[in-house]
């Protein structure tokens, strides 16, 4: 039976976070939008959806559960979720990760994730200085962010932290110093996120206003590349741009997006890439939860990927991992060979020197790592 | 009509002193239009030249004027552009009249370009009526623009016609003074016919239609007619006036201006200051034409996309049916590729052009920094005409280089005279003259090498004079100068685009300051690109733009992959406006980074 990756989107924080754009709100227990209403709404997405996929014959291999911050549901109306997830989807032992924030998590939430079948948590960890994560609008501090793991590290196998460099004020030297914390206390899998200047939030203001100074090119250039030795020398297989694993830990929800295989996401404002459409779900919660409501699907914008377009995603996509793209992958999905598809653009990414292909596989060398985006771009006609 | 109720004048004025606005009031008192079909300057008919309120193509129209002698009067009134660039156009214009309104700014008073009209206007005998325009404006000193007129060009201020052409005070007495002071036009309408071409137009369905001046003898419709400068005969099929639409009215006498559509299937055979006369009783010589408008300035057109260059040599050939000042020729870059060295009358021409080019033909264009044409006389005594810098021979082959020099004349208001004396100084001006117009206005002549005109001459005189001066310049001859080529090499190799020539002096301080710009303007490639100036083998200065360090998005943006490949198809899309060259991928504007210097 073919396997399937289903999302589940949880719009609710504590605080929004200085240089967050994604959707979510502030959790409050009042008015028309609280957890509550929204798990509604979301149960009755996951109801149809799972009849759709057990029709289809599918099984769902991995399940996670992003936000936002999931653990800010109170752990009745986590459990009632959990619960959903087992009646209303075909799960095959799936990976099951929840994302959770070091300050929203407790001994008695973890007992329950673990106990309801949750197998894999990805900590929020951003950093080890106080003051940093502060600025940065985090709640918690570095002794809660180690709490947090010792306590993970009982109840799942596989735990994942975020850490964030190119942090205003940061040094690569920091960013080292924080990478041994971590690879101390034993993780099976590290994300390492460079921080991105997104429109519209608090941190790009302020560095407008020259208020915060990020790092220069070169000296997050510096991080990226210490960085990833490093983690190789702890045991850290480097194994997407931004994402390291112990071996048999890599993120297989993640794997599908970057082998662009189909997966569904539900909630609010989440994505979905399913036989060959994608589409957005509403970002307006009021139309979300009455198109539930009246038993409509509430997606909103949806197109057809063409299959160039498929073969530009699977480009672009699938040289995010260290591996590459497999030649035969490529033939067996789209029955034309890669290298003649985009002979163009290799010859020419292969004369910067930014990829280089094997036998079997294309992909990024030493030198096309950090500028991994001129490659990618090349491969969009 | 007789000749005696024939009247022929232009407009001649500064830029922005209201010509075209009295233009459109003549036309309007005349009934020419009504006032429905009236659109703010009538005359100027491309869109450009309504934007920009100039006036680049001339026109022509015919106003029938119930005088107040109680005759019906013909007034042919052909519009002149306004702009140094078209001073050739004017003098066509002028050639075909027998008088002209000479309008000056009451608040303005005279400018450089009013002096220089009115010299034209004084070469072809005209009679010049002044009109003290824009009375109406509370800065507007009457008295003293007169006192101009009379000290600085010895008209007498006490005959100038005052009015406000945009409220329409004083256009019955410019149409008056027209007809009693402007001179009938005098010529047998029983001899041979003599008729000059003082401009010509392409319509796809008529063919080239020829404007005239008819001088002597009449036209007639179904008349064999001969060019008389390649003796080619066509028959007249139409015959007509501007109204300003061309009416046809069957027939042209001595004295009076229309046009001519005669089959002419080639805009040159309508060839501007050609005489048309009557093939089988040809007229003996021909009327004095005019001189070819030379190019002054060229530069490189090349198609953004490679695939419009057809689409461009099509959209050049369809100007120049009617801009014959416009030359063009393929010639081939080892950056940019095909495209065309265009020459044009100046720079304003050349940015008319290019903009008709992007707007109304929808090409994109890479234009390469303008240049002038450098006469090289080689050591064996062979004489080079130079339009591309590219082509200027090595300095050991070179005996001498010579440059277009003008003398160029700037009107300002004293207190600005010290910073447009250094600017001259500094642009290697020639100090040739200074003289007072009034208490207040001083006139300085400087001869100067053209090419530093076209470099940014325009925009300093505006910024150190806060836009008080004006500005005029007329070519006077080539002259030996201490010229080097200075060649940019990006990567170790030469971009002959980028390639330009300065004086030697300026040279090493040019080169510099342009491969600084160069870095800013090119952006980090994926490895370190040198950027060199070099006089022949000579290195003269030396930058690098870094290589791009990190460019990868991190950040996982859960399913949401359109967001990513929003972010890939921005960066790709900027790409794209790039040129290509070698490995290095050159913005646009850094191929006109050069103007941007010094």
């Not at chain 2, 042919?76 to 309008?103: K, M, Q």
């Not at chain 2, 401009?199 to 001046?213: K, P």
Request: proline content about 4%; charged content about 20%; glycine content about 8%.
């Amino acid at each position: 039976m073919m396997g399937t990756a289903v999302y589940l989107h949880i719009p609710f924080c504590r605080a929004k976070c200085h240089y967050c754009d994604f959707l979510s709100y502030a959790c409050s227990t009042s008015g028309s939008f609280t957890p509550q209403l929204y798990l509604q709404g979301l149960v009755r997405e996951l109801a149809i959806r799972g009849a759709e996929l057990i029709s289809a014959g599918r099984e769902v291999t991995t399940l996670y559960l992003g936000g936002g911050t999931p653990t800010v549901l109170e752990p009745p109306d986590m459990a009632e979720l959990l619960s959903c997830c087992h009646r209303y989807l075909p799960l095959a032992s799936p990976e099951w990760t929840v994302e959770a924030n070091p300050g929203t998590i407790t001994p008695a939430a973890v007992r329950q994730l673990a106990k309801l079948g949750v197998n894999r948590i990805s900590l929020g960890v951003q950093d080890l200085c106080d003051q940093r994560l502060a600025s940065l609008g985090r709640l918690h501090n570095a002794q809660q962010a180690r709490q947090a793991f010792l306590l993970c590290r009982d109840y799942f196998p596989s735990v994942s932290l975020d850490l964030m460099a190119a942090l205003p004020g940061q040094t690569s030297a920091q960013l080292l110093e924080t990478l041994a914390a971590v690879c101390d206390w034993g993780p099976q899998h590290l994300s390492v996120y460079g921080l991105k200047v997104e429109e519209g939030t608090l941190l790009a203001a302020q560095v407008a206003a020259g208020q915060v100074q990020l790092p220069d090119e070169d000296e997050v250039l510096t991080m990226f590349l210490a960085g990833r030795q490093y983690l190789q020398s702890r045991g850290y297989e480097h194994y997407e741009i931004a994402n390291y694993a112990r071996p048999g830990h890599q993120c297989r929800h993640n794997l599908t997006y970057w082998s662009n295989q189909p997966y569904l996401g539900l909630g609010l404002g989440a994505h979905s890439y399913w036989q060959g459409v994608r589409w957005e779900n509403t970002r307006d919660p009021e139309t979300y939860l009455t198109q539930l409501a009246a038993g409509q699907l509430p997606q909103a914008v949806q197109t057809t990927v063409t299959k160039d377009e498929a073969m530009e995603d699977t480009m672009m996509l699938g040289l995010r991992l260290l591996n590459g793209v497999s030649f035969a992958d490529f033939q067996e999905k789209f029955g034309q060979d890669l290298r003649q598809v985009f002979n163009q653009e290799i010859k020419y990414l292969q004369s910067l020197g930014a990829v280089e292909c094997d036998e079997h596989y294309i992909r990024l060398s030493e030198k096309g790592l950090p500028v991994a985006n001129v490659v990618f771009a090349e491969f969009l006609r | 009509m007789q000749q005696k109720n024939i009247r022929n004048f232009s407009i001649i004025a500064h830029i922005d002193h209201g010509k075209s606005t009295l233009a459109d009031r003549l036309l309007e008192a005349t009934g020419a239009l009504s006032q429905r079909e009236m659109s703010e300057q009538v005359l100027d008919q491309l869109d450009l030249e309504r934007e920009r309120g100039i006036t680049i193509k001339l026109q022509a129209v015919r106003l029938m004027y119930q005088a107040q002698d109680g005759q019906e009067y013909m007034l042919n009134l052909i519009d002149t552009p306004g702009h140094v660039d078209f001073t050739y156009e004017v003098s066509r214009s002028l050639a075909a009249c027998e008088g002209a309104l000479l309008v000056i700014d009451a608040a303005q008073g005279i400018e450089a370009q009013t002096l220089a009209n009115v010299y034209l206007a004084l070469e072809h005998n005209l009679e010049i009526i002044p009109v003290i325009n824009k009375i109406d404006l509370p800065s507007a000193d009457v008295e003293k623009a007169k006192r101009e007129l009379e000290e600085v060009i010895g008209l007498s201020g006490d005959e100038a016609v005052l009015t406000s052409a945009k409220t329409g005070l004083g256009i019955t007495e410019v149409l008056e003074a027209v007809v009693q002071r402007v001179p009938a036009p005098q010529g047998e309408r029983a001899a041979p016919l003599r008729a000059l071409i003082f401009d010509s137009h392409y319509d796809s369905y008529r063919g080239a239609i020829a404007y005239v001046r008819i001088t002597e003898g009449t036209l007639t419709e179904r008349m064999k007619i001969k060019m008389m400068s390649n003796g080619k005969v066509f028959e007249v099929s139409e015959i007509g006036s501007f109204t300003p639409h061309m009416t046809r009215t069957g027939n042209l006498a001595a004295g009076e201006v229309g046009y001519v559509v005669a089959g002419v299937k080639n805009v040159k055979d309508t060839r501007v200051g050609d005489t048309i006369t009557v093939a089988d009783n040809p007229a003996v010589s021909p009327l004095p034409g005019y001189q070819k408008a030379n190019p002054m300035v060229y530069c490189g057109f090349y198609p953004a996309d490679s695939n419009d260059y057809v689409d461009l040599r099509d959209a050049l050939e369809k100007l120049n049916l009617n801009d014959a000042a416009l030359t063009f020729e393929p010639e081939t870059s080892e950056a940019l590729g095909f495209g065309f060295r265009c020459g044009f009358l100046g720079l304003l021409h050349m940015e008319i052009i290019q903009e008709r080019l992007e707007r109304e033909y929808k090409i994109s264009l890479i234009t390469t920094a303008p240049n002038v044409v450098y006469h090289a006389t080689l050591n064996n005594g062979e004489l080079l005409q130079i339009d591309n810098p590219t082509r200027m021979p090595q300095a050991a082959e070179l005996a001498s280089v010579a440059e277009p020099f003008v003398s160029a004349r700037v009107i300002m208001p004293n207190d600005y005279v010290g910073a447009v004396m250094e600017l001259c100084q500094e642009k290697r001006g020639i100090f040739i003259n200074m003289e007072y117009l009034d208490t207040t206005r001083v006139t300085l002549i400087y001869e100067m090498p053209l090419s530093e005109i076209v470099f940014d001459f325009f925009d300093l005189l505006k910024s150190r004079t806060r836009g008080y001066a004006s500005f005029d310049y007329e070519l006077v001859g080539y002259r030996e100068s201490k010229l080097v080529k200075v060649d940019i090499l990006l990567n170790g190799a030469a971009v002959d685009a980028l390639s330009f020539i300065a004086h030697l002096e300026r040279a090493t301080k040019r080169g510099r300051e342009l491969a600084s710009k160069l870095r800013e303007l090119i952006p980090r490639q994926m490895f370190e690109v040198p950027i060199q100036a070099a006089i022949g083998q000579k290195v003269i200065a030396r930058e690098t733009i870094k290589a791009m360090r990190k460019n990868v998005l991190d950040k996982c943006y859960g399913g949401d992959i359109t967001r990513k490949r929003k972010l890939l198809e921005k960066q790709k899309a900027g790409k794209k406006r790039m040129k290509q060259v070698g490995n290095v991928e050159i913005p646009q504007e850094a191929f006109m980074a050069v103007l941007s210097i010094d």
